[in-house]
């Protein structure tokens, strides 16, 4: 890997045979393992502008429709996130002479409040080519990381770390877009700076702003994409037409009535699932259904791919295929092909439903033939969650081969968020194409799929909670470990659910002091389980008022699922209380709440007692409040699969229902007061 210093260049054909296709990763850490930002990307001309709206790509516009850019979203490190987008060189238009990589921060936060922050431009079997931290980070909350840029018909990267006080808007300025600065006055009476980026042009279409989290009562930014830097009264001239968007088709998520008499008349399907009996024949029709819908749904099959170096391209997908391997033929579950101008890239694919794990021999077996014939990919697929530092199956690669093939692996939950994302929140190209998703989608939740993500706790949970039970499991048991495992990859499955039915990110939280290995964190976690008998995880959902922090007591058999609600230092106390009663307005009664004071335990109470009396909320020798903790309990779930009675499920019910019913009642609390004068808010009665 080349390790790059600010301003230093190199090019990619220096670096890599292959560097058409990249992976350009951005990544942060904090102390507390919630710190974030969102990444862009600008496609600029020769004159360093960008041509029209569709050249911004961020959270809400995700992916070019030549398959150049595609950001594939965040994924969890030990201590933060990592950004990655898939840039396809050989895709990107003629005339665009830069792609610039970016990222902004948001509700005021700065990228000083962040470590570690690094760009890495990785080719498509995953190996990084390059690298470079950005070490002078302050108050800055806007960031260009580096850039992409052409040199005749070669592809070279420098690294910029250009940061902006002024944040997304003055970075979007130095590239020709408009930004109008005015005061404003919000309907509670704030004045505030309120930027707004404005395109000149008629049909400039308004990209949504960098999201607020819950509370910040800040001006929102309004960014649309211009060409050029005339006044809106006189619109820039065009050579052509601008590049719009394609309108986009999501389904509702609530079903129109059915025309059924009753409830025994079941709907046809495209892809039937009651029939099937063996694991055989559910891995069969299991790959069979989702890569034909991958090679139907350009928007799918992409978004799976993108991240394996997969080109943006005409896709074929095939099922069963016989390639020769020593004296007996292999038959791989799938293969997918890729076709862009000329070249082909192909992936071998494994599948396994159920509880079936993959087998490494199986898999070496692939690599092996993939290495031979020139492929790019094998891509493993099964109800399995794979972890940083923790592989599911163990391969070796021939160093002697000058052709190197990257194993991936995807689990049957991240194909479910990616099919929800689409049609649920960001649509697909047409109706049918949104139909197919929905079809893909019943079948893959239907009990008899075998395709449910990850759904069982391991041999080791049962030994291990009556190892705690009966105060028996030794410090070092090696099962507590894999217990963690298990835990850790429960709530990355959580997240990818809870992320796809809301249509926002839903990260887990990893807290460990920076430059902790995956292992030496979950070595400790394991010994915290076996003295303390609980199992703690945090998940970060964009919006929320904080991390929401979710505990598996595996002595009392209870679940704990909690938020913290910071209090500012210059807040009345009694103030405090009050407003938080009033947030919780439609709350459950048995929610717990504590307030949080330093150094000591505070008063606690559910809100059906403290709604009356929301002064017994404040601590009486008059310490300073700095928060409010809200929890609900539940009973744990005993066996460990995903049945009803199971702790899996029990997980499952115990999140929703408290982003339901309690994060989900702080949000719309504090959009509502947001709109209201202080005045009214601190006149308004207290529910009672």
Same mark, same amino acid.
């Given at each position: 890997m080349r390790e790059l210093s600010k301003g230093a260049n190199v090019g990619l054909a220096e670096l890599s045979d292959d560097a058409g296709s990249v992976i350009a990763s951005l990544s942060w850490s904090s102390n507390t393992g919630d710190g974030d930002?969102?990444?862009?990307?600008?496609?600029?001309?020769?004159?360093?502008?960008?041509r029209s709206d569709a050249d911004f790509?961020?959270?809400?516009?995700?992916?070019?429709?030549?398959?150049?850019v595609h950001l594939l979203g965040?994924?969890?490190?030990?201590?933060?996130?990592?950004?990655?987008?898939?840039?396809?060189?050989?895709?990107?238009?003629?005339?665009?002479?830069?792609?610039?990589?970016?990222?902004s921060r948001y509700g005021g936060s700065r990228f000083g409040e962040l470590d570690d922050l690094r760009m890495t431009v990785a080719d498509r079997t995953g190996e990084v080519l390059l690298g470079f931290s950005i070490v002078d980070a302050g108050v800055e909350s806007a960031f260009i990381f580096g850039e992409l840029y052409r040199?005749?018909?070669?592809?070279?990267?420098?690294?910029?770390?250009?940061?902006?006080?002024t944040g997304l808007a003055g970075l979007a300025t130095d590239f020709g877009i408009d930004v109008d600065d005015e005061g404003e006055h919000d309907e509670g009476g704030h004045e505030e700076a309120a930027e707004e980026i404005t395109a000149p042009a008629p049909s400039a279409q308004a990209v949504?702003?960098?999201?607020?989290?819950?509370?910040?009562?800040?001006?929102?930014?309004?960014?649309?994409?211009?060409?050029?830097?005339?006044?809106?009264?006189?619109?820039?001239?065009?050579?052509?037409?601008?590049?719009?968007?394609?309108?986009?088709?999501?389904?509702?998520?609530?079903a129109k009535k059915t025309l059924a008499e009753n409830d025994t008349w079941r709907s046809a399907r495209l892809f039937p699932a009651p029939s099937l009996k063996s694991d055989k024949e559910r891995e069969v029709r299991a790959t069979s259904v989702l890569l034909s819908v991958m090679a139907q749904v350009p928007e799918f099959g992409r978004r799976l791919t993108a991240a394996f170096g997969a080109p943006a391209g005409r896709m074929e997908t095939f099922t069963e295929v016989s390639l020769p391997h020593g004296d007996t033929p292999k038959r791989p579950d799938g293969v997918i092909r890729v076709e862009r101008a000329g070249k082909l890239w192909t992936a071998l694919v494994e599948t396994k439903t159920n509880?079936?794990?993959?087998?490494?021999?199986?898999?070496?077996?692939?690599?092996?033939?993939?290495?031979?014939?020139?492929?790019?990919?094998?891509i493993t697929l099964s109800n399995d969650v794979a972890l940083e530092g923790s592989p599911l199956v163990d391969v070796k690669t021939d160093g002697r081969r000058k052709h190197k093939v990257a194993l991936w692996h995807l689990s049957w939950a991240e194909v479910t968020h990616q099919a929800h994302m689409l049609i649920r929140h960001e649509g697909v190209g047409n109706a049918a194409h949104a139909w197919l998703l929905q079809e893909l989608l019943h079948y893959l939740q239907h009990e008899n799929s075998g395709c449910?993500?990850?759904?069982?706790?391991?041999?080791?949970?049962?030994?291990?909670?009556? !190892?705690?039970? *009966?105060?028996? =499991?030794?410090? $070092?048991?090696?099962?507590? /470990?894999?217990?963690?495992?298990?835990?850790? %990859?429960?709530?990355?499955?959580?997240?990818?659910?809870?992320?796809?039915?809301?249509?926002?990110?839903?990260?887990?939280?990893?807290?460990?002091?920076?430059?902790?290995?995956?292992?030496?964190?979950?070595?400790?976690?394991?010994?915290?389980?076996?003295?303390? !008998?609980?199992? *703690?995880?945090? =998940?970060?959902? $964009?919006?929320?008022?904080? /991390?929401?922090?979710?505990?598996?007591?595996? %002595?009392?058999?209870?679940?704990?699922?909690?938020?913290?609600?910071?209090?500012?230092?210059?807040?009345?106390?009694?103030?405090?209380?009050?407003?938080?009663?009033?947030?919780?307005?439609?709350?459950?009664?048995?929610?717990?709440?504590?307030t949080l004071v330093e150094g000591h335990s505070g008063p606690r109470g559910t809100l059906?007692?403290?709604?009356?009396?929301?002064?017994?909320?404040?601590?009486?020798?008059?310490?300073?409040?700095?928060?409010?903790?809200?929890?609900?309990?539940?009973?744990?779930?005993?066996?460990?699969?995903?049945?009803?009675?199971?702790?899996?499920?029990?997980?499952?019910?115990?999140?929703?229902?408290?982003?339901?019913?309690?994060?989900?009642?702080?949000?719309?609390?504090?959009?509502?007061t947001s709109r209201r004068s202080p005045e009214q808010v601190s006149d308004a009665p207290v529910p009672v």
């Open positions: 930002a969102d990444v862009s990307v600008l496609l600029l001309d020769a004159n360093g502008k960008v790509f961020y959270y809400n516009n995700p992916a070019a429709d030549d398959g150049s965040k994924t969890p490190t030990d201590s933060g996130s990592e950004d990655r987008i898939s840039l396809d060189l050989t895709a990107v238009p003629a005339d665009v002479d830069r792609l610039v990589v970016a990222a040199r005749g018909t070669e592809w070279k990267y420098r690294a910029i770390g250009q940061g902006y006080e949504p702003p960098p999201r607020q989290p819950a509370g910040d009562a800040t001006a929102a930014t309004t960014v649309a994409v211009a060409v050029g830097t005339d006044t809106a009264a006189t619109p820039p001239k065009r050579t052509r037409g601008p590049r719009t968007a394609k309108k986009k088709v999501t389904l509702p998520a609530q509880g079936n794990g993959l087998k490494s021999e199986q898999v070496q077996n692939y690599m092996d033939i993939a290495a031979r014939r020139g492929y790019e990919a094998v449910h993500g990850f759904q069982n706790m391991g041999a080791s949970w049962v030994p291990v909670r009556n !190892g705690i039970d *009966t105060e028996t =499991l030794g410090q $070092d048991d090696p099962r507590a /470990v894999e217990v963690v495992e298990s835990w850790e %990859r429960l709530i990355r499955q959580v997240c990818l659910r809870l992320g796809g039915q809301l249509g926002q990110k839903a990260l887990p939280v990893q807290r460990a002091p920076r430059g902790t290995t995956p292992q030496s964190r979950r070595a400790a976690l394991a010994a915290q389980l076996c003295e303390e !008998g609980r199992l *703690t995880a945090g =998940l970060r959902v $964009d919006g929320s008022p904080g /991390v929401i922090t979710i505990t598996a007591d595996l %002595r009392t058999g209870k679940l704990r699922t909690s938020v913290e609600i910071p209090v500012p230092e210059s807040a009345y106390p009694l103030t405090s209380a009050k407003r938080l009663m009033r947030r919780l307005a439609e709350a459950p009664a048995d929610l717990h709440v504590e059906e007692r403290l709604r009356p009396e929301p002064g017994d909320m404040l601590p009486k020798d008059g310490s300073r409040i700095a928060g409010f903790r809200l929890s609900l309990f539940k009973s744990m779930g005993g066996s460990r699969g995903n049945a009803e009675s199971g702790f899996i499920r029990s997980v499952d019910d115990a999140v929703d229902r408290f982003h339901a019913h309690v994060v989900a009642h702080l949000q719309e609390a504090e959009r509502r």
